[in-house]
């Protein structure tokens, strides 16, 4: 009842503008109380200027009224402010329907601001408080506010829940581990926390790495992206430039081809003409010679016809008959014109053909074929070297950290968490992400498993985490003697192939292919795995006979 009455205080001597307990309290004509400056800025802000409205009520004054302090209201806040009275909860301080609300407020419920795993109830910061003063409740669990809280009860004893039934994967109580789950495999949960913790940040690490190649991915594609742009741009600039000098030249052809049909045009009106005009002197001349002996012949003293007749000049030398030929003037021009005009034609047309086939297509990221020959493949050799820091100890390396041989003493390495304590094995230092082919040699073909493995495989202990084939982190191909098996993730395939004392790896991790072939005077393959590789990958040995070595062989 006393919080009812102090929340009802502080409702009615808070200001609902700015929320806190009232300054300068004004009371205007409606009945509500505002801090003067408040509501003043209310109505300063107010977009029309001649009637004003109350925040709480909307009824509207005009004009605007003029308002006094109400000293009675002030000097009450005054007096009350001495009791501790502090302002009403702002309303975004209140519970909605989407938070958690505190299980110790009445009436309208505060926001939780903690959950307590022990108590199983959620805490608003005022009730809170006893949690971080009181010595056995500071102990308690604090998380983020949580509607959840009743799904850590057992449902069958009503106790919370503390511990993991590994045989079930579920939550119990301590009595279900006596009764429904005795005799399982039960841990803290807790301690199973802790164990899937580790293997949520092995999948986080995965995860963020995938993005990192994903992000590299998308940057190389917006180079490519901007590459083809570039390439594309300067092809449709370069090639208009050469159209345009094409058409240049064209058109200077043009200009050349009609100079040359007026030049022969006008030469041969020219000749034309002069062959008129000695054809009009000799039409002249042959009039004139008619007219005089028209006039002999008309002569009727004989005498007279006789005596003139010789005196007539001769007649000139007669032009040769003009031969016409038919109109084939220019027909000639205009054939190689033509001529030219198809052969380039043809020359276009085939030259665009082969553009066509040939020209570079936008090719992005299309998986490459794996190499079909020993040469092929040494394109893609790489220089390996063994981790020191990761082989066992009862493992010799040598010829510079690329051997290693079984031994029937340990070694004196160094201590090392990144050592493999129990399985006979070694990793390479090199991680590898792209195309990488390389090669073991094996004493006497036997007792040698050829692997692959992600970095985060576990190095201690004995269980199948840590062996190269016996879990979903590594790959890993047995030879022994006369035969082949493959192992990943304890499953053991049988691989058929001719004996030989080296076998090959090729990885294309961007493709997730992982091939191991037979190598002698000729290459085949044993087994290929398709998958998707999440991790970069490291080469792996382990010997399992006594006096068997490996080596990573030189190819360069």
Known sequence: MAQKGVQLYRETFSCSICLDLLKDPVTTPCGHNYCMDCIKSHWDGEDCKYSY???????????????????????LVEELKKTGLQAAPADHCYAGAEDVACDVCTGRKLKAHKSCLQCLASFCEQHLQRHYESAPLKKHKLVEPSKKLQENVCSRHDEV?????????????????????????????AAERTERQKKLE????????????????????????????????????????????????????????????????????????ELQEKLAQEITELKRKDAELKKLSHTEDHNQFLLNYPSLSP?????????????????????????????????LREKWTTVSLTGTEVDILLPQSEPKTRAGFL????????????????????????????????????????????????????????????????????????????????????????????????WALYCNNNSYTFWYNKVQTPVSG?????????????????????????????????????????????????GASAELCKLK
């Not at 007649?315 to 033509?338: G, K, N």
């Not at 044993?526 to 010997?543: D, E, I, K, M, S």
């Open 315 to 347: 007649l000139s030398q007669s032009t040769s008959s003009i031969h016409i030929r038919p109109l084939y003037y220019f027909e000639d021009m205009t054939a190689a014109v033509s001529e030219v005009r198809d052969k380039l034609q043809d020359v």
């Open 498 to 546: 001719p004996e030989s004392s080296r076998v090959g790896v090729y990885l294309d991790h961007s493709a997730g292919i992982l091939s191991f072939y037979s190598v002698s005077e000729t290459m085949t393959l044993l087994h290929r795995v398709q998958t998707t590789f999440t991790q970069p990958l490291y080469a792996g040995l382990r010997l399992y006979w006594s």
């Open 379 to 474: 394109k893609y050799s790489c220089e390996i070297t063994l981790d020191p820091n990761a082989v066992n100890t009862l493992l010799l390396l040598s010829e510079g950290n690329r051997k290693a041989t079984f031994m029937s003493e340990h070694q004196s390495y160094s201590s090392h968490p990144d050592r493999f304590t129990d399985y006979l094995q070694v990793l390479s230092r090199e991680g590898l992400t792209g195309r990488f082919y390389w090669e073991v040699e094996m004493r006497e073909r036997g007792g040698v498993y050829v692997a692959v493995t992600y970095k985060h495989i576990r190095r201690a202990g004995g269980s199948d985490e840590c062996g190269f084939g016996l879990n979903d982190k590594s």
């Open 161 to 189: 829940m503390k511990i993991f039934c590994r045989t079930d994967q579920q939550l119990i109580c301590s009595l279900c581990s006596v009764e429904k789950h005795k005799g399982h495999d039960t841990v803290s949960a």
């Open 53 to 75: 409205s109350c925040p709480q009520c909307r009824k509207t004054f005009t004009p605007r009224p003029v308002l006094l302090k109400n000293n009675l209201l002030a000097d």
């Open 202 to 273: 092995g999948s986080r690490q995965n995860i963020q790495w995938r993005i990192q190649n994903r992000e590299k991915d998308v940057k190389l594609l917006q180079q490519q992206a901007e590459a083809i742009n570039l390439s594309a741009d300067k092809a449709v600039e370069d090639s208009e430039k050469i159209f345009t000098e094409l058409i240049r030249l064209m058109k200077k052809r043009i200009s050349g081809v009609k100079q040359q049909v007026r030049s022969r045009q006008k030469r041969g009106l020219s000749r034309v003409k």
